[in-house]
């Protein structure tokens, strides 16, 4: 089974930067899309990344468009979220998913990290 585990967050101030990680043990991981999703508190769980299992295609959602970006290194088994330019209403929890459909729902993602929480003060 895939186990994946995100990395990276933290408290940081408006405008500043943070990359996540998400890495997994298990040597399947490089075969599966991964995605990142987040949830801020009272609002639902919101696409935010995804990449293929090749790491030759990835999208963003518009709320991030030009700030975040996606990429992987399957030699490490690890994809990143790389954020720039935080704002305020970037604050959320941020999972990191796993699975074979390239897809921008959650629910078509079977594994799921715990999450790591990003904190961007105003």
């Known amino acids: 089974q895939v186990h994946p585990i995100e990395s990276g967050g933290g408290l940081v101030q408006d405008g500043g930067s943070l990359r996540l990680s998400c890495t997994a043990s298990?040597?399947?991981?490089?075969?599966?899309?991964v995605a990142w999703f987040r949830r801020a508190p009272g609002k639902q769980r919101e696409f935010v990344a995804v990449?293929?299992?090749?790491?030759?295609?990835?999208f963003v959602g518009d709320s991030v468009q030009g700030r975040f970006s996606i990429s992987r290194d399957n030699a490490k088994n690890t994809v990143y979220l790389q954020m720039a330019s935080l704002k305020p209403e970037d604050t959320a929890v941020y999972y990191c998913a796993a699975g074979y459909t390239n897809s921008y729902d959650e629910n078509d993602y079977e594994y799921w990290g715990q999450g790591t929480q990003v904190t961007v003060s105003s």
């Open positions: 990449i293929s299992w090749t790491g030759g295609s990835s």
């Open positions: 298990d040597r399947t991981f490089k075969s599966h899309a």
